[in-house]
């Protein structure tokens, strides 16, 4: 396949042709059944999932699908196929142009392992929550069942599994580097990133080229293989496969040449060999324009999930995005652990308050809608809106943060405009209630800029509960996970204290704790036990560090070096570390006492061991004077609401938890 840069592609591409399908359809069609009532005696693309088909703007297949269906396409679902033999796959027939495969809108390890690697005996995704509906490396799977299905079609990745692979990885399922999924998956062409406008381009010009073979090479957002010699000349190379798969410093400067080619403005092609193959990774696909995104969630949705799961009770994922509305995409946080800053990209997108209001008049029209609108936000609730001019350029800095280690000066907070959105949501009809459900970025409300905004949620945007993710009290680990020093967030818990008290609210903060993250080791873990348990907190949100591949804190987990400084950092990979670090934060569960007591004799630290059952045989502190909430973890007599509230992070899918 010639290879073309990006630049020549724009030159020579064709406009796009359109389908004959025009109306949309009430659901995608999942059957010949459906295809026929649409008049349809084909599909253009066929969208495979690992999730239950549920027609939302949450859920990457129903967006991408209503979007190529906006083009013009005619788009069929298969949902959770069986994967043991190809029949399922051949449900809706041979597409004319091409499979998109997706495990899903979560990785498929995370889907179906604990951090633990314990198969999960439930699956938000599912109809009716049922584990077991989707496979192990479930786009390897699909495209492998798809290509035996229909020969010759080809198949397009896709989705938060894909764009996390597309490169040699760390995986700690196999606890070793693998290949790029595009490979292993035997795939044509993988998107990553947000896929809207690579995935439109792959369909026009399969398109336009069939039923010849088209040329996919150049595509921004997508990885594609050539042969040797093939790669465009600018490309940066990469250490070959080999290389990074048995040597940690090949794989560490990997990792670090990636990280440098990230911003959609300035990012350069990145060519990796492997064998004789060369994995090509086009240069990030440029964010979209504000009309392009509120477009998207003006798409036809049925905002519920296909009718063929209502014998089951539908699919639970639904519920924690029926009523919240998604503002924005993309993260500047750049938290070491989290996947959004390689998928959604550290450009912060968000769409106009008229679009998000006419999506809220909808929900709000909803016969079952009872008034409460659960979120507004994104990755990052506070960061709605913000802007830097280098971001309109599609790019960013890559000596520094946006927020570490101080706030740069030329980040513009959206503040004025969340607030003006917040009031004239509240101000539709039907709706009672505008809270925030996403994770805030807890160092952004810290100054006397951020007051006004401060206050405006403290009484009016929290239910009762406010998430935070402190993640860790340690400085060091702090840094190494790129959070704030934990002082900020006293001082946060200060102002938002007196915020509800200004409000004359009694409020509450969940805290999100990491542990066995790169860099804690039992001493620092003990440290944050010992904080909590002096404050009676005894935290329900503790989530044991799972590396994400691609991320700075995998390539942490993998090399035991921090890829930003070079220094060697200790890594909890042991079970036994990680099953002591977890009974040091949970010290309060009596099932965790053996453990609890092997933690502190492993530090010689037996003595502090009446503190931790003082505080675990104490009502956790209520503060339950209109004076301020108390600073950490919901108490336990609002459990049961606190878990309904805050359903599992991972049904959020690629939400990030600021
Ligand atoms: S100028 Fe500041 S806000 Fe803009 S990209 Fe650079 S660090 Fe981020
Ligand atoms: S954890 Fe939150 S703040 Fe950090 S990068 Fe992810 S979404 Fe952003």
Same mark, same amino acid.
């Given at each position: 396949m010639p290879s073309r840069s990006p630049a020549q592609s724009r030159k020579q591409r064709p406009a796009p042709p359109r389908g004959p399908n025009r109306r949309p359809a009430s659901f995608l069609p999942m059957t010949r059944a459906e295809m026929e009532t649409l008049g349809w005696d084909r599909c253009d693309v066929v969208? *495979?999932?690992?999730d239950a088909y549920v027609d939302h703007p949450a859920f990457g297949v129903a967006l991408l699908g209503r979007l190529l269906e $906006?083009? =013009?396409? @005619?788009? =069929?679902?298969?949902?959770?196929p069986g994967w043991q033999d190809s029949a399922d796959f051949q +449900? &809706? =027939?041979r597409p004319r142009l091409c499979f998109g495969v997706t495990a899903g809108n979560v990785d498929s390890r995370i889907a179906n392992l604990s951090a633990g690697k314990q198969r999960r005996r439930r699956d938000d995704f599912s109809p009716g929550g049922r584990a077991g509906l989707r496979p192990d490396r479930a786009s390897i799977v699909y495209a492998n069942r798809a290509r035996e299905a229909y020969p010759g079609v080809p198949i397009v990745l896709g989705g938060l599994e894909a764009s996390l692979r597309r490169l040699a990885h760390y995986d700690d399922w196999d606890d070793r580097v693998r290949r790029s999924l595009l490979l292993d998956a035997r795939?044509? *062409?993988l998107v990553y990133g947000m896929g809207e406008r690579p995935l439109v381009e792959i369909v026009a010009r399969l398109a /336009? +080229?069939? #039923?010849? #073979? +088209?040329?996919?090479?150049?595509?921004r957002g997508t990885v594609t293989a050539v042969g040797a010699g093939e790669a465009p000349a600018n490309a940066v190379q990469l250490p070959r496969y080999d290389e990074v798969a048995s040597d940690p410093t090949r794989y560490l400067e990997a990792h670090r040449l990636c990280e440098r080619e990230l911003a959609p403005g300035d990012g350069r092609p990145l060519a990796q060999p492997h064998g004789d193959r060369v994995v090509v990774q086009w240069p990030p696909a440029p964010p979209l324009p504000q009309a392009e995104l509120d477009a998207l969630y003006e798409l036809p949705f049925r905002r519920t999930w296909h009718p063929r799961y209502d014998a089951e009770g539908g699919v639970p994922a639904l519920e924690t995005v029926r009523t919240s509305i998604t503002a924005h995409r993309g993260c500047c946080g750049d938290c070491a652990f989290c996947a959004i800053t390689a998928h959604q990209g550290r450009i912060v997108q968000s769409r106009s308050e008229g679009s998000i209001l006419a999506e809220i008049r909808r929900v709000a029209g909803q016969p079952d809608f009872k008034g409460t609108i659960t979120d507004i936000g994104g990755p990052t609730a506070n960061l709605y809106g913000a802007r830097c001019k280098r971001w309109d $350029?599609? $790019?960013? !800095?890559?000596? @520094? =943060? !946006? &927020?570490? #280690?101080?706030?740069? #000066?030329? &980040?513009?907070?959206?503040?004025d405009a969340a607030i003006r959105l917040y009031r004239q949501a509240a101000r539709i009809p039907g709706v009672k209630h505008v809270f925030l459900g996403s994770g805030l970025r807890f160092d952004l409300l810290t100054t006397d800029r951020d007051r006004r905004y401060l206050e405006q949620i403290a009484a009016h945007q929290v239910s009762g509960l406010l998430k935070v993710a402190p993640e860790h009290c340690d400085d060091r680990v702090l840094a190494l996970m790129n959070k704030p020093r934990f002082a900020v967030y006293e001082e946060f818990l200060r102002r938002f204290r007196a915020a509800s008290r200004k409000a004359g609210k009694q409020q509450y903060v969940v805290n999100y704790f990491i542990a066995s993250h790169p860099g804690s080791s039992l001493r620092e873990t003990l440290k944050l036990a010992l904080y909590l348990a002096k404050r009676r907190i005894k935290p329900e949100q503790i989530q044991d560090f799972i590396p994400a591949p691609m991320t700075r804190a995998a390539c942490m987990y993998h090399t035991g070096v921090d890829p930003a400084t070079g220094r060697r950092v200790h890594v909890p990979r042991s079970l036994k570390e990680r099953r002591l670090q977890r009974a040091l934060l949970q010290y309060d569960r009596p099932a965790n006492r053996k453990l609890l007591e /092997? +933690? &502190? /004799?492993e530090l010689d630290a037996l003595h502090v061991l009446p503190k931790f059952l003082a505080a675990a045989g104490s009502r956790p502190r209520l503060d339950k004077s209109p004076r301020g909430p108390v600073p950490g973890g919901a108490p336990r007599l609002a459990k049961a609401k606190t878990a309904k509230r805050l359903p599992a992070r991972r049904a959020r899918g690629p939400r990030g938890r600021a």
């Open positions: 969208l *495979i999932s690992g $906006r083009h =013009g396409w @005619r788009v =069929g679902v298969i949902a959770q +449900a &809706l =027939g795939a044509d *062409i /336009a +080229a069939d #039923p010849a #073979p +088209a040329d996919l090479s150049g595509i $350029r599609g $790019r960013f !800095c890559h000596d @520094r =943060g !946006c &927020l570490l #280690p101080e706030r740069c #000066p030329h &980040l513009e907070l959206g503040y /092997a +933690a &502190l /004799a």
